[in-house]
C-alpha cells in the first residue's frame, strides 16, 4: 500500500498507509513518529523520510501491538529516544510480558516470530502524566485503556490528538470480524472519555484524519455494544458452554477462515475478553469445573 504524507495544522503531519503515524517536525530536518508502524513498512516509511530529508529524533509510542511498535527498535538503534507509557514498556521489555498480550502465544513463540517487538524504553510515562516533553516541545497525553492495558493517546503540540486504536473508521469497523480489545469495559469507558474532550483534529490509527470524532464515537459505542449483545443471543442457544465451545462458536459464526498462528491466536485472545465482559456486566456467569472456564446465560 502507498504510503501518503499529508498535512494536518502546524507543523503535525500524517503518514497514511496500512496504518496512520502522525509526524511531529521539530524543525526541517527531525521529526518525532508517534507510533512506528509495521516492521515490513520500514523501508517504504524510511524512504518516505529521506525524501522529505527528514530524521527520527523519538519515537513517542501508544502502545505495544506489532502494528504500532513494530520499528522501535529499528529507530532506537539508530539513535531515536523511544518514550513509551510505563505498562506498555514493561510488556514491551521481556517476552514472558509480552506473552500477556499476546495469549496464548508462548514467550518463546514470540522470540521466534516476533522478536522485533523487543525494546526497552529509553524513557516512560504514568497513566496519571498529562504531559511529557519530547525534544523541548510537550505532548498531552491522554489515557485511553482498554484496547491495551497502557494504551495511550497523543496531542500533538498543534492540539492534534492520536487516539491509536481506541476508536477506528466506520470502514474498518465494518471489516472487522471481532475489532481488538483487551478489557471491552475500559474501552466503552475510553470512548466515552472522548466524548467529553476537544481537540483541532483527530487521528485514528486505523484510518483517518478528523475534526469531528463525535459521529464515529457514537459509531464506535453502538457497534461495541451491538457485538456483546449478539453474543450474548448465540449464548442463549443452549444452557452451558465451555470457554473453549464459545470460541469455536464465534469462529464459525465470524466466518473466519484464517490459517495464521497469530491471526488464530489474536482471535482468541479478543473471544476471550468478550465472553469476560459479558461476566462483568453481569450478562452470563463463568466459572471453573474440572479444570475448565464454563459460562452460562443468567
Partial sequence: MEMKWTHICGRTWCVEGRVCIPVYLLNDREAVLLDSGYVEDRPQLDALLREKRLKVRAVLGSHSHN??????????????????????AAIASDFSLLAAAYWPASP????????????????????????????????????????????????????????????????????????????WEQDLASKRRLEGVRYDAYVLAHNGIYTDLHPLLRENIADKLRR???????????????QAEVVGLLWERLGLRSRSFFNQVIFQRNAVCAIEYLAATGAVISWMENGIRCCRTV
Fill in 108 to 183: 518463546r513463540e514470540l522470540k521466534r516470530d516476533l522478536s522485533h517487538l523487543l525494546v526497552q524504553a529509553d524513557r516512560t510515562f504514568a497513566e496519571t502524566d498529562t504531559s511529557v516533553e519530547v525534544c523541548g516541545q510537550c505532548f498531552g497525553l491522554l489515557p485511553l485503556p482498554g484496547h491495551t492495558p497502557g494504551h495511550t493517546g497523543i496531542v500533538t503540540p498543534d492540539g492534534v490528538l492520536y487516539v491509536g486504536d481506541a476508536v477506528l473508521s466506520s470502514d474498518v469497523l465494518r471489516a472487522a470480524r471481532l475489532p481488538s480489545t483487551a478489557d
Fill in 228 to 242: 456483546a449483545q449478539q453474543l450474548l443471543d448465540w449464548l442463549r442457544e443452549k444452557p452451558c458452554w465451555t
Fill in 67 to 88: 502494528d504500532h511498535s513494530g520499528c522501535h527498535a529499528g529507530y532506537q538503534e539508530e539513535g531515536a529516544e523511544i518514550i513509551l507509557p510505563r505498562v506498555e
